[in-house]
C-alpha cells in the first residue's frame, strides 16, 4: 500500500467493520452535527481539489 498508494493516509485498505461502525455512528443520536454532508471512507487515498 505504501508503494502503491503513498497519498493514503492510513497505509492499509478499510475493513467491512469500519464502514459499519461508520454507518452506525452516521445514523445514531451521537451524530446531529452531520446535516446532509458527503462523508466519505477512503482513508486519504482519493486527492481532492481542495
Known amino acids: 500500500m505504501k508503494h502503491h498508494r503513498p497519498l493514503s493516509q492510513i497505509e492499509r485498505f478499510i475493513r467491512p467493520e469500519e464502514i459499519g461502525r461508520f454507518a452506525a455512528f452516521v ?3 451521537f451524530s446531529p452535527s452531520f ?16
Open 35 to 50: 446535516s446532509g454532508a458527503a462523508l466519505r471512507m477512503d482513508g486519504g487515498l482519493i486527492p481532492t481539489i481542495f
Open 27 to 29: 445514523a445514531s443520536p
